[in-house]
């Protein structure tokens, strides 16, 4: 087993938790949501350059497409609960968007025990960009809300709605497999 540059940068993804969750709780160091939102901007950036990259010259593979998600997970699961903590984001939004990210984790596993492959759907690469968004803004929080919610309230609200249409997606894959016999799954 190799690493290549796309594997590298998952890793770096999942390392790049630790700081983004400390300068989110670091109260004392003046800015410390601005260096956290510009950590977790780049480590997001590193979400679509390595899948841009492993699609460029490998095509991706299995490890890929493992580190891949299980980096873009442990990565949103940290930074919400560290904003959760903060008071930055909600709890309702947090957990919803948590629950799905193991949810569609253990479908994946069930259809890729039976021999078969959940491919990424649009609906995911909306969720992943809105959540993104919506985390990017709660550390940059406008100072007044607009009307009854903050800016970044809204976004989060857009991510939970693709999150949820994103999850549904998976269901509706998973059941497809589910309901075949595992010597006919091809996919």
Known sequence: MTMNFPNALALFR???????????????????????????????????LDGY????????TVLGAFLDTTADKIMVTG????????????????AIIIFREFAVMALRGVVAQRGGIIAPSTWGKIKA???????????????????????????????????????????TAFWKVADTDPADVSQ
Request: proline share 4%; net charge neutral; glycine share 6%.
């Open 79 to 94: 930074v919400l609960l560290a904003l959760v903590s903060v008071d930055r984001v909600s709890i309702w939004p947090a």
């Open 14 to 48: 999942i390392v790049m938790v630790i700081p983004i969750m400390a300068f989110t709780r670091a109260d004392q160091i003046e800015g410390h949501f601005v260096i956290a939102a510009i950590l977790f901007l780049v480590a997001s950036f590193t979400d679509f």
């Open 129 to 171: 960009f809105t959540q993104y968004a919506a985390i990017f803004w709660a550390f940059l929080r406008f100072a007044e809300p607009w009307g009854p919610w903050y800016f970044d309230q809204y976004l989060m609200l857009i991510a939970v709605v693709a999150t949820i249409g994103s999850a549904w997606g998976y269901i």
């Open 53 to 60: 990259w492993a699609r460029r010259t490998t095509g991706g």
